[in-house]
């Protein structure tokens, strides 16, 4: 695809009216330049203008194309504002800024735009706002609402105790104060009229009974007749809660393997619809990672783990699921055992390994693409520190463009954000990493491995800058490395470091 250069001569060059009115529009100008710099002239091109509020791919206000023709030195003349457009100029609110214009342009003349780059405008806005600024002091606005009623001061100071009263009246005798207990035969006593109680009493219904609640219905009953409704005691209307459950100790350990399981002790009052244990190589593992499904139901039941990666370390939680949600039980960590040697082109901690640095460590691909249309991003910009380029380089460039470059879904950003196999760590490799994956594991084939990464004979991102418009890239279908423009739709294939 043909690579255009853009050159703003002069920006906001504004021309008032006799009758001393700011304008509906200012003038802009700009050579058009292909991508090696030669100037475009006598050419008829399109070109859309786009006018953004409070930042660089903010809010569009109006927007705009133009059909000019270039003259012999290769300049367009614009008025902004008079162009074709569906948006009303008039109504920019010039006073509530900042505003960018992002300048767009098809070589063909015709309407498939291509972002060339965006700038701030700075004179023009003030202009335009003259027109609607007064100068004077306006009249006084209404009163406003009432405000709210403040807080409460602070409690003052306890008052001096005031004076003893005068003694009231006597009370009259209390009864049953002090009285004697006394036991005629079957009948107990109080003195002073105190009453007295009959413990002969044969009856056997009122004796202590035993109480039950029905399953349904709201009923309690006594144990030798009699009962009463009381709405709400039913076992029925006890509410669902989360199953109890335990995690089962971790056996059977491999490389690539291992066994746990759990014990489900309360299903909460609802069936268990589905049991078994999730792990991950992060703590507080959920059903959001990696699972074993084991059946229903409560009591103890057994989980095979497969799918490991050698010498590292898992943490795994039971679960059981009934309708009031997801229950977990305690958390266990375990290591697998370590694997023969590794070596190139080994599955490996979520990829595949293509390089090895002798000392225990390497680099790791992913194993397939994250994207195949994905730009570099910040087109026209220097990215301060995403120039590494040797082995061991990718990850700060990666963070480096990150820091330098706010444009979200570019390569640097997908590899940033990845999370793949249980890891986080994944970033896009610099110019020599990326060398390194197409002749190791991909088709370059120089281990004689073959394309074990499965990838596409296309272009791939590297996270190497080459310039302000440019950043090194690796075509896979052939050994070539070379700057493709940063705005360019490329694939991007993660890596991480173990």
């Known amino acids: 695809m043909q690579k255009l250069i853009l050159s703003i001569v002069a920006i906001a060059t504004i021309s008032l009216s006799s009758f001393g009115q700011a304008p509906e529009g200012f003038q802009y100008q700009a050579v058009v330049r292909d ?16 006018i953004q509020q409070g930042s660089i791919g903010g809010t569009t206000v109006y927007q705009e194309t133009f059909a000019p023709t270039t003259n012999d030195y290769g300049l367009v003349n614009l008025e902004i504002g008079t162009g074709t457009t569906t948006d009303d100029f008039t109504t920019i609110d010039w006073a509530n800024g900042p505003y960018f214009i992002e300048t767009a342009i098809d070589i063909t003349g015709g309407t498939s735009y291509s972002v060339m780059g965006t700038s701030q405008l700075m004179s023009v806005p003030y202009a335009l706002y003259a027109k609607t600024s007064g100068n004077g002091q306006g009249p006084v606005g209404p009163q406003g609402p009432q405000g709210i009623q403040g807080n409460d001061g602070a409690t003052g100071l306890t008052g001096a105790t005031g004076a003893t009263g005068s003694q009231g009246p006597a009370g009259n005798n209390g009864v049953g104060i002090a009285q004697t207990l006394s036991q005629v035969g079957g009948t107990i006593t109080l003195s002073d009229g105190g009453g007295s109680v009959n413990i002969d009493d044969t009856d056997p219904t009122n004796e202590l009974q035993q109480l039950s609640v029905s399953a349904v219905g709201d009923t309690l009953h006594l144990q030798n007749g009699g ?20 995690t089962s100790a971790v056996s059977s350990l491999t490389n690539i393997s291992a066994t746990s399981g759990g014990n489900i002790t309360s299903d909460g009052g609802a069936n268990i619809t589905t049991r078994g244990v999730c792990y991950s190589v992060n703590t507080n593992p959920t059903t959001a990672d990696n699972i074993t499904n084991d059946g229903n139901g409560t009591g103890s039941f057994t989980s095979n783990l497969s799918g490991l990666t050698a010498s590292a370390t898992y943490y795994v939680r039971a679960y059981a699921i009934n309708s009031a949600g997801t229950a977990y039980g305690n958390e266990l960590s375990f290591t697998t055992l370590a694997s023969a040697a590794l070596a190139i082109g080994d599955s490996y901690q979520g990829g595949f390994i293509f390089y090895l640095d002798g000392l225990g460590g390497g680099l790791i691909a992913a194993p397939t693409n994250q994207s195949t249309s994905a730009p570099w991003g910040c087109y026209g910009t220097t990215i301060s520190g995403a120039d590494g380029i040797v082995i061991g380089t990718g990850n700060q460039n990666t963070i480096d463009i990150e820091a330098g470059c706010s444009i979200f879904g570019t390569a640097a950003d997908i590899c940033q954000n990845l999370l793949l196999s249980g890891y986080t760590d994944w970033f896009l490799p610099s110019k020599d990493e990326l060398y390194l994956m197409y002749q190791n594991i991909g088709p370059g084939n120089a281990l004689g491995l073959g394309n074990v990464g499965g990838f596409a004979l296309n272009y791939y991102w590297s996270s190497t800058e080459g310039s302000n418009f440019l950043a090194w890239g690796q075509n896979f279908s052939v050994v070539n490395q070379n700057g493709n423009g940063k705005g360019s739709a490329n694939y991007v294939r993660a890596v991480r470091a173990f």
Request: glycine share 8%; charged share 0%; no cysteine.
């Open 227 to 246: 009962f009463v409704i009381i709405p709400g005691i039913s076992v029925a209307n006890t509410p669902v809660q989360l199953a109890t459950l335990i």
């Open 35 to 50: 991508v090696g710099n030669i100037i475009l002239n006598n050419q008829s091109v399109g070109m859309q203008m786009t």
